[in-house]
């Protein structure tokens, strides 16, 4: 009994494609929605940005769970050096669209992993081309709602997978949790998988 409680894991988030994710790999979790404050300072960069908020729902999980493994990301889109967060309504979905559209832009995925004392915290970035897109193609994905709650307004396992012309890096980092990496990671830390 007490190996089991070594090897639990806890994933912090609510996202239902993290979740999907994990329970491809096989590997029995629990689910802990946080509620951490996910307000930056505005000076921090795309990459320490998601290295911090990962770490931030990481640690609050972890309070509850001091003897699991807890693992938290944090996902963004980066255009010019710039976050492009989950659009505020419609207008602002297809006004985001509309920026990325036959451009390249960056997925950043931040992963923190925390277990007792020790914590490992890392990001994946993935390179993301973009075709060009017309305004009724970015109108009608947008009335799909499918891009609401999304990093950059749309979802690449989804139909806004049909934007995306070129992708360079882990593709599940840009759905919302870098696998082959965080599996490497937790093995470093100390998971048996």
Request: aromatic share 8%.
């Amino acid at each position: 009994m007490h190996a089991h409680l070594e090897q639990h894991l806890i994933l912090a988030s609510g996202s239902p494609r993290r979740k999907e994710i994990l329970e491809n790999l096989r590997i029995p979790f629990n689910v802990m929605i946080t509620d951490a404050d996910e307000s930056i300072d505005p000076g921090l960069s795309p990459e320490d940005a998601v290295q911090y908020l990962a770490a931030k729902k990481a640690r609050h999980a972890a309070a509850a769970f001091p003897d699991s493994f807890v693992v938290a990301a944090d996902t963004v889109v980066v255009l010019d050096g710039r976050i492009l967060g989950k659009p505020e309504d419609e207008q602002d979905a297809i006004r985001t669209l509309g920026l990325l559209s036959g451009r390249t832009h960056h997925v950043l995925t931040g992963v923190s992993i925390l277990k007792g004392t020790k914590e490992k915290t890392f990001y994946v970035s993935t390179e993301v081309v973009f075709w060009d897109l017309s305004s009724e193609e970015i109108q009608s994905y947008a009335e799909t709602g499918e891009p609401l709650d999304k990093a950059g307004s749309y979802g690449i396992q989804g139909l806004g997978g049909l934007f995306v012309k070129e992708i360079k890096g882990d593709y599940f980092s840009v759905v919302g949790l870098p696998a082959s990496r965080l599996i490497r990671e937790l093995r470093e830390i100390g998971f048996s998988v």
